[in-house]
């Protein structure tokens, strides 16, 4: 079902960043039957826009407009299913397969539920179009939910830039809507760029509590 963007304007009312929220959570979304009337309403709607992140994020529109949905599909699967590097799910880039990513997922679904939002999609709820419909709805918890993951971001959206995907852009557009520069971010993002996200198994003793970030597969 294609979801109705909120209302924006061009510049940077307060409408913007939930516009720019909602209109990159359809664009991450995977490409199903409805995608040919998604990216037109996307569009219509970041067209509206005189924002770079508007211009980013109208870029990939350009570079997928004559790919149709099936081939799109077998792209967006080998793109984030195929890869732990390029995961969908926040808390991968947090936790890791390991006991620890339950409770992180259990207190975002706690998150969504006190602000009367429920997925419907039957994806995890870091899954992140989902976490950016809600910062589109909720936007303060929301963006709050986002800034806490921008290291993960960041580091999707260097592995994505790495792989010459155009979802890249969509992913750098979300990161430069988050408020202010975050060096301290940018360190965890590039230390998880060398190191990887933790691989212990569910089940076994946690991970050890240092870093932070989730497990892979865009459709888990």
Same mark, same amino acid.
């Given at each position: 079902?294609?979801?109705?963007?909120?209302?924006?304007?061009?510049?940077?009312?307060?409408?913007? *960043?939930?516009?720019?929220?909602?209109?990159?959570?359809?664009?991450?979304? @995977?490409?199903?039957?409805?995608?040919?009337?998604?990216?037109?309403?996307?569009?219509?709607?970041?067209?509206?826009?005189?924002?770079?992140?508007?211009?980013?994020?109208?870029?990939?529109?350009?570079?997928?407009?004559?790919?149709?949905?099936?081939?799109?599909?077998?792209?967006?699967?080998?793109?984030?299913?195929?890869?732990?590097?390029?995961?969908?799910?926040?808390?991968? @880039?947090?936790?890791?397969?390991? !006991?620890?990513?339950?409770?992180?997922?259990?207190?975002?679904?706690?998150?969504? *539920?006190?602000?009367?939002?429920?997925?419907?999609?039957?994806?995890?709820?870091?899954?992140?179009?989902?976490?950016?419909?809600?910062?589109?709805?909720?936007?303060?918890?929301?963006?709050?939910?986002?800034?806490?993951?921008?290291?993960?971001?960041?580091?999707?959206?260097?592995?994505?830039?790495?792989?010459?995907?155009?979802?890249?852009?969509?992913? !750098?557009?979300?990161?430069?809507?988050?408020?202010?520069?975050?060096?301290?971010?940018?360190?965890?993002?590039?230390?998880?760029? *060398?190191?990887?996200?933790?691989?212990?198994?569910?089940?076994?003793?946690?991970?050890?509590?240092?870093?932070?970030?989730?497990?892979?597969?865009?459709? !888990?």
């Amino acid at each position: 079902m294609i979801r109705v963007l909120p209302a924006a304007r061009a510049g940077r009312g307060p409408a913007v *960043r939930p516009a720019l929220h909602q209109a990159a959570s359809l664009l991450l979304g @995977y490409p199903d039957a409805d995608w040919p009337g998604r990216l037109g309403l996307v569009r219509t709607t970041l067209e509206q826009l005189a924002l770079p992140e508007a211009e980013l994020m109208l870029g990939f529109c350009d570079s997928v407009a004559s790919v149709t949905p099936l081939e799109l599909g077998a792209r967006y699967v080998a793109t984030f299913d195929r890869s732990r590097r390029r995961a969908l799910h926040l808390t991968y @880039y947090t936790d890791g397969d390991t !006991r620890r990513r339950g409770g992180s997922l259990a207190r975002l679904k706690g998150l969504f *539920r006190d602000h009367g939002w429920e997925q419907d999609d039957g994806e995890l709820p870091d899954f992140l179009p989902g976490v950016l419909e809600f910062a589109a709805r909720c936007p303060g918890p929301g963006l709050a939910v986002l800034v806490e993951h921008r290291a993960a971001l960041e580091l999707l959206g260097h592995a994505l830039a790495k792989f010459r995907s155009p979802y890249a852009d969509v992913v !750098r557009a979300v990161c430069r809507t988050l408020p202010g520069p975050a060096p301290a971010d940018h360190a965890a993002a590039l230390r998880l760029a *060398r190191n990887g996200p933790p691989t212990e198994t569910v089940g076994l003793a946690p991970f050890p509590p240092q870093g932070s970030r989730p497990t892979e597969g865009a459709r !888990r």
